[in-house]
Each structure stands twice: as C-alpha cells, then as structure tokens.
C-alpha cells in the first residue's frame, strides 16, 4: 500500500483515466493460456485480474478458426491443469467441444475476465516497484480508459495474437478476386467449382486445402520452402507422443530417424508431388526454430490424387490470375492467405529485458516463464497447450510462495498490534 501512495503521487491523475489497483496479478490475455494461470493461481488463493480485448474467452477460437477444426494431438495432452476432458470427448476434440471445455473451465474456477479491454501500454514504475497498465475499452458502460496497477504481471496473449499478411505484388493493387486471411476462411462451400490459392504449407494450410477439395473447389497449395510432413498416428499411436517418449531416453537426431522411417513408409516419397522435407530432422528443427511439422489429416490423399495441386513460389499477381516464379499463370477466383500468426508484445510491453523484438522471450524453454520484477510469461514455449499448463503451474506456484509469507507477515503484525492494544485499554 506504500507503494500505491508513492506511486499516486508521483504524476498528474487529472486526465480522467480511472485508476485500479489490484491486489494480486494483472492477466493479460483470457486464452487458454490465461485461463490456465488464473486457474493455478485461484487453487494457489491468490486474487487476480484478467484483461481481454475480444469480449469472449479464448477469442482465436471462437472467431478465427475454420469449422472443420480439431486439436492435432490428443486430448490428454491438451487438457488445462487441474480439469481433464470430459470422457465422452473423442481422442481429437472438435472446435466446439474446445470451446466448451474452456468455458466450463472458467466457470469451474471462477474466472470473470474483463472484456473489451485493450491493452495500450504495459510498463514498470521503478519508484513504486509496480506494474502500470494502461487500456482502451470499447465497451460503453466502462469507459473509454482504464489504469491498472499490480505487483506482478502475466503476459498471456499467445503466439497468434496478430495475423501475419505478406507484401505480394500486385495482390491487394491489381487482383480482382477474394483475399482472406485463414483466420476468415470458415468453411470450403462457398468456394465449390471455383480457382482458390492457398498461399502456405503449414497445418492451416494443408487443412485449408483439405477442406477445399472435400467441398468440390479447385485448390493450388503454394509451397515456397521444405517442410516435415507427418502421419498424425503411427500404428494408432500418436506421433507426438511416440516422438515426446523417444526424447525421453535417444538423442534428437536417432528420434528423428525413427520418425521419418514409419512417415515414409505411411506417406511415401513427397518429393514426387512437389513436398521437400528439410535437411534437419522434424523434432530437431522444432527445438531448435520452434517452425512444427505438418501432420496430415487427410490432406496428402487430396495430394496424391490431384485433388490439390502442389505449385512453387509467386511472382506476382494481377486482375484475375497469378504468376509463379516457374513461369506458370494460374487463372483464380480467390485467395486464402495461410501464412500465420505473431505476437504482439512488443507493440505495448515496454521492457527489453525478458521480451525480444520478435515478441517471445530470450530465454529459451524451460525458462521462458519467468522474468524480473513480476514479469511472467504464459503460454510462449512453441509446446502448444502442455507447454501453456506448465508455464501456468510455474507461474502460480512462484506468485503463490510469496503471496502467502507476506499473508504471514501482515497477520503477525496484526496480531501482534491486536495484543497490545487490548493491554492498554486494560
């Protein structure tokens, strides 16, 4: 509380931005992520606040993601701390039963997020040794600003906060067709008899692509660079299970080897349909770029078949076709662009010690969590929803040590007043 008065009369408060403080942790982000560290921290007793621009929890997933997606890995590997899935969920959620997963999970821990808060600037005040954030809202009944002030601070809005849209020449200055991002395309129905360019080979991609042949379309898959392509199950076991086993007891390479031996003989040579794999191995590659392998879902039978045209790089585009660096001219109705995601920390966290310019920290896993001065990292591993539950375990355990010797602390002092206050009205 010292360091509140300290801080309040350190600047000029007269710009109307209504000033909060928050006994406990600032969430930024109600993702899955966030959701996993405020879980942790309530089973910890530790109050927080949870911000959220969008004015849903786990917002990618209710309104960036297409109908047809599932969770690639297994549920169990999936599952937020402290709630597994239900039973009667299949081994590969849908998108709607994640969805509701997560939002049984914040009702179970009693996690209210405010919404339709969007954080502007983050920074630590070294006088008052707190956190100051500052957001907009677009909510009428809360105002336009708000200022939270906390001791800690967990930065929980993911690796896929912002798409990532390429500078093609010619795409948005000369193309007359559709141009949408992934995180638009719902479903491949719309797109049945028509040219579509599905500009990436990652697992949006390749599912995109998939989609798009199921319903009828023409789909061309632009492929500019190698990639690790993988069965999604090996002999009914999941590749990302046998690969985390393997990483237990062999080194990278040998599990890489005994990777790719099975995925060439489940998909054959992918070299003869336009698919090179990269020189380093597929979990080699993970660790040491953080770039995840494909794993197919169907999309390579589409590929085998001719039903999705594999084609090289782009050179340009104009009214109604593209041109690829090969030469070839594709004539096209439209274009899906399914070419990521980044963070977006750096465009509001003001501190260059635990983030660096690409929005992830630099300290590699598994270190990532944790920064200085109440700084904390959840879900920025590149492990998928694993990797987000032990950042959030982590993070609450750490937040919750200190929480209860300073609850210690203030209850001796009160005590302690308490006695010799009774002594002197005696």
């Not at 390429?166 to 797109?191: A, M, R, W």
């Not at 944790?370 to 904390?376: N, V």
Request: net charge positive; proline share 5%.
């Amino acid at each position: 509380m010292e360091n509140m008065f300290r801080l309040l009369g350190s600047e000029d408060f007269s710009d109307r931005r209504r000033c909060i403080w928050v006994n406990g942790p600032v969430i930024i982000g109600a993702g899955p992520s966030g959701l996993a560290t405020a879980a942790c921290l309530r089973d910890e007793g530790v109050p927080f606040v949870v911000l959220e621009r969008a004015e849903c929890i786990a917002s990618l997933w209710q309104k960036r993601t297409y109908d047809r997606l599932k969770l690639h890995l297994p549920k169990k590997v999936c599952q937020l701390p402290k709630m597994p899935f239900p039973e009667s969920y299949p081994e590969y959620p849908t998108k709607r039963q994640f969805i509701d997963y997560l939002e049984s999970y914040a009702t179970r821990f009693n996690i209210n997020p405010q919404f339709n808060e969007c954080v502007q600037s983050a920074r630590y005040d070294k006088t008052s040794g707190l956190w100051r954030i500052k957001t907009s809202s677009s909510s009428a009944t809360s105002g336009s600003e708000m200022e939270y002030i906390c001791r800690w601070l967990v930065v929980a809005t993911g690796e896929n906060a912002e798409r990532v849209v390429p500078e093609i020449d010619g795409l948005t200055t000369e193309f007359n067709g559709e141009v949408i991002h992934s995180c638009e395309y719902k479903c491949g129905e719309k797109y049945k008899g028509k040219r579509v360019l599905v500009v990436g080979c990652g697992n949006s991609g390749m599912e995109v692509s998939l989609d798009l042949a199921n319903h009828n379309a023409n789909p061309s898959m632009v492929v500019r660079s190698s990639v690790h392509v993988l069965p999604r199950e090996i002999l009914g076991k999941s590749s990302f299970e046998i690969s985390m086993m393997l990483m237990k007891w062999l080194p990278l390479w040998l599990v890489d080897k005994l990777l790719l031996i099975p995925a060439w003989l489940i998909l054959g040579n992918l070299t003869k349909y336009g698919l090179k794999r990269p020189n380093m191995g597929p979990m080699e590659l993970k660790v040491v770029t953080g770039k995840t392998p494909v794993l197919d879902i169907g999309a390579m039978e589409k590929i085998r078949s001719g039903q999705v045209d594999i084609v090289p790089g782009i050179k340009r585009f104009s009214r109604n076709h593209v041109e690829l660096v090969d030469g070839q001219i594709l004539d096209l109705d439209a274009v899906v662009l399914a070419t990521g995601y980044r963070s977006n920390v750096p465009s509001w966290l003001q501190e260059s010690d635990m983030f660096s310019k690409n929005g992830f920290p630099k300290s590699p896993f598994p270190n990532a969590w944790k920064g200085k001065s109440g700084l904390y990292a959840a879900g920025f591993t590149r492990k998928g929803l694993a990797g987000a539950s032990a950042d959030a375990v982590n993070i609450a355990k750490d937040i919750g040590n200190v929480w209860r010797e300073e609850t210690k602390r203030v209850q001796k002092i009160r005590t302690r007043v308490g006695h010799r206050r009774c002594i002197s009205i005696a």
